[in-house]
């Protein structure tokens, strides 16, 4: 337009100067006077100079146009260049809608866009409408319609998205202005257009991992490649309770629990150093202190250089999960109704102390229970009252567990017990019985009173099995046996150790009601001076007054005694016997001059016995010097030292000591010279084959010398034989005692002034048939 007005006033100004000069020179040349031939001559110049002058401003004017024009159109054409180089290198196209004529341009750029050809969009709105998606229709045509309506240069910008040649569609970015005529009127819309694609799909990931990021469960923790804290999420805070403001700068150290030691935090790095992520469990202390497991994953970020330039820390708190795990693994292992552990816990637990006893050799039980009729309640009682009892019985037999033992309910009815240190057969017998009789007592449920009774199968381990399955599979048959045995009792895999056992059990509880209900009786052998053939003393011997099997011998039950820890009070009970019998002797002015008392090895080796003993003295007010105390020479030499000592005690009451069975175990000579001890036992193993055994024979005179030269007397056990007492008084034996010199008998046949008459003046036959009781 200002082309067009200064065009314009040039004409005018040349048309005004043109015409003036026209109006005014021909006047001019007529005011110089000058005659008609001059004035044709000066017309004449002065028309050729007009020409002239006009040409030469035409010509000036011309050329300051073109001149113009050409630097115009070469810097059109270098912004055209750099335009469509800057197009190109942003990779962007150009478009320009004439209003007017509805003419499209699409620069070789934007059909690039979309894979095309120059020219492939053709010139009209219809091809590109063709390409745009038909979602975006109806948006791209609002745009437009706004835009020509509000009719100003606003900056135009939408989004669209256009068919690209591979049938794919593009996200279009257009950007450009709407021109207007003089008059206001749209003229043309011009503008770029970009592929943003990949740009929108980078931001649109950009914007999930930033929601993902706000909204994760995880706690997240960036760092820098010194390790301070440069971002967090609003789970860290939630976690740990810290703030961004708090942890931001700081160190992740500032989390540590101080659970782990150096060497863990220098395994991560490593790890993660050489791997570049590190995941594993770590337990960190919140802010207000409070310790707890996270499960962490940490990778290292790398830049463009390949240096590490973050960390990041993804963690989760997981004291929850370790909470419900072990709620759940207690779930998986524990029996509901019982509480106690289920078949699974214990088959494991039968597995580990199996393992444990085939590598420590030491043995183990598994009992299993079954209740008998246990049917019969819940179906007249229903299971409510079931469900009681099968609790009840839990906690009874619980209550007897002591440790190393597990109770499991294994289903059902049946219980479990594991033993795992079970060293006999015995003491899985004794047990069973007395889970056998916890159960005797009558249960108060629910207003009724229930007997139950229980059968246990037992299993010994490693012995009766090698594995889990064989073990259970022995113990499954071996309750199978006590069922069939009639219930109510126990029975072993093994048939042998079922009889055994249950003998001895028996035995046990019948020896207790023996103890408490009087029947142990003492008998006295008489013990003579083998040189004056006089009677000196008696051994107290205990028997069992049995109400069915009548006398029972001290060797039938010792051992059981022993093994079931009654012989300390047997002992004590026949000690403090025998001492007021030798009170009551003396009383009665008997020649007896002593009693010995056996004591047994297993109450020897408690170190308490000289305590005992002053008491049974003190109670009885007997002379210590008339109480001699037996102990096997095995007993002394299990642990010599603590015998040494204990038989000092003994022997600072005042009371005599004699080693019993003397022969049978295994003396150190040089421990034998120091024992206090009073008497050797030879033991009637040695006597049996005197006189004419030569082994015997030696090793009498050998015990009998030794016993002098140590200056303990020494007394021969077993004398059946009148040529036994002979052979033993010549070769200088203090004393004697057995069958031949007086059996065993009960105090009140015991003569009180013992002698024995002229025994070697008596027949063999005669005498013993005499000596019979
Ligand atoms: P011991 O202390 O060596 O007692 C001697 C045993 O030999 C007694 O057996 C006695 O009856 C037996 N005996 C005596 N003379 C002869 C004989 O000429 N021939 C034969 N064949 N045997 C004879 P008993 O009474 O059966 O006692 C056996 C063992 O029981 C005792 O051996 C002793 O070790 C133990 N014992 C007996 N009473 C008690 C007691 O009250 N407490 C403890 N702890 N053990 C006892
Ligand atoms: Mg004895
Ligand atoms: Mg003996």
Redesign the pocket.
């Known amino acids: 337009m200002p082309l067009l007005y200064g065009a314009l006033r040039l004409t005018l100004i040349y048309a005004l100067t043109a015409g003036l000069w026209v109006f005014y020179s021909d006047g001019l040349l007529t005011a110089l006077g000058l005659s008609i031939e001059q004035m044709q001559r000066w017309q004449l110049l002065k028309g050729l100079g007009f020409v002239l002058l006009t040409s030469l401003l035409l010509y000036l004017t011309l050329r300051a146009h073109l001149r113009l024009h050409s630097r115009m159109r070469n810097a059109l054409t270098a912004s055209e260049e750099r335009l469509s180089l800057a197009l190109d290198a942003a990779k962007d196209g150009l478009w320009d809608w004439n209003l007017q004529t509805l003419k499209v341009f699409f620069s070789p750029g934007y059909t690039r866009l979309l894979g095309l050809e120059p020219g492939d969009l053709g010139d009209s709105r219809d091809s590109w409408l063709h390409h745009l998606h038909p979602d975006d229709h109806a948006h791209c045509q609002q745009s437009i319609v706004q835009l020509l309506h509000a009719a100003c240069q606003a900056p135009y910008e939408n989004t669209y998205r256009l068919r690209h040649r591979d049938g794919s569609y593009r996200w279009i970015q257009a950007r450009g202005r709407l021109l207007l005529d003089a008059q206001g009127r749209p003229q043309r819309l011009i503008g770029t257009a970009s592929d943003i694609t990949q740009r929108r799909a980078d931001e649109d990931s950009r914007r999930q991992a930033a929601a993902v990021f706000d909204a994760t469960q995880e706690g997240v923790l960036v760092t820098d490649a010194a390790q301070r804290i440069v971002h967090i999420n609003p789970a860290f805070s939630r976690i740990t309770g810290y703030s961004e403001a708090e942890i931001l700068g700081q160190q992740p150290s500032l989390l540590k629990s101080g659970r782990h030691d150096p060497a863990f935090y220098a395994a991560l790095w490593q790890t993660l150093q050489s791997l570049g992520a590190w995941s594993g469990e770590v337990w960190n202390r919140r802010k207000n202190g409070e310790i707890y497991p996270q499960w962490q994953c940490i990778r290292a970020i790398h830049d463009e250089q390949g240096g590490v330039s973050h960390y990041v820390a993804v963690f989760s708190d997981i004291s929850a999960l370790k909470r419900s795990q072990h709620e759940l693994d207690y779930l998986a292992h524990h029996d509901p109704l019982s509480d106690l552990p289920n078949r699974l816990l214990f088959t494991e637990r039968v597995a580990h102390a199996l393992q444990r006893a085939q590598r420590e050799q030491h043995g183990g039980a598994v009992l299993l229970i079954d209740l008998d009729h246990f049917k019969h309640i819940n179906e007249s009682l229903g299971h409510n009252v079931g469900d009681l009892l099968l609790k009840a019985v839990g906690e009874r037999l619980s209550a007897q567990l002591t440790t190393g033992m597990t109770l499991a309910r294994l289903g059902g009815d049946e219980f479990g017990v594991l033993c795992e240190d079970c060293l006999h057969a015995q003491l899985a017998a004794e047990f069973a019985q007395q889970l056998l009789d916890t159960l005797n007592t009558p249960f108060r449920l629910d207003g009724h009173e229930l007997f139950i009774a229980a059968s246990i199968g037992i299993s010994l381990f490693p012995g009766d099995a090698q594995s889990v399955e064989q073990v259970l599979r022995n113990v499954d048959s071996a309750l199978f046996k006590a069922k069939s045995n009639g219930r109510e009792g126990f029975a072993f895999y093994a048939q042998e150790l079922t009889e055994y056992a249950r003998q001895r059990v028996e035995l046990v509880g019948a020896l207790r009601h023996a103890l408490e209900g009087n029947e142990l009786r003492?008998?006295y052998?008489p013990l003579l001076c083998l040189q004056s053939q006089r009677l000196i003393g008696v051994?107290?011997?205990?028997?069992w007054q049995h109400p069915q099997r009548g006398l029972v011998?001290?060797?039938e039950f010792?051992p059981i005694a022993e093994e079931s820890g009654l012989?300390g009070a047997?002992?004590a009970w026949?000690m403090a016997h025998a001492c007021r019998q030798m009170v009551a002797w003396q009383a009665a002015g008997s020649a007896i001059q002593f009693v010995a008392?056996?004591?047994?090895s297993r109450?020897f080796s408690h170190g308490k016995l000289d305590g005992q003993v002053a008491q049974v003295l003190a109670e009885s007010g007997l002379d210590p010097a008339c109480l001699e105390l037996?102990v096997?020479e095995s007993a002394v030499m299990q642990d010599p030292d603590a015998a040494q000592g204990l038989l000092e005690r003994l022997r600072d009451l005042g009371i005599r000591l004699s080693i019993?069975?003397f022969g049978t175990g295994y003396s150190s000579l040089a421990r034998l010279k120091r024992l206090p001890v009073h008497k050797l036992?030879l033991?009637?193993s040695f006597v049996r084959g005197l006189p004419h055994d030569h082994d015997d024979a030696t090793i009498t005179r050998a015990v009998i010398a030794l016993g002098h030269n140590l200056g303990l007397k020494v007394l021969a056990?077993?004398?059946?034989q009148p040529q036994q007492m002979e052979f033993l008084r010549q070769l200088g034996c203090d004393q004697g005692?057995?069958?031949?010199l007086g059996?065993?008998q009960p105090a009140e046949q015991l003569p009180t002034a013992f002698e024995l008459p002229q025994p070697l003046k008596i027949p063999l036959t005669e005498r013993v048939t005499q000596q019979q009781d």
């Open positions: 003492v008998h052998q051994e107290a011997l205990v028997r011998p001290p060797g010792i012989i047997i002992d026949v008392v056996n004591v047994s109450l037996e096997t019993d069975d036992k033991d009637q056990e077993g004398i059946e005692q057995g069958y031949y059996r065993p």
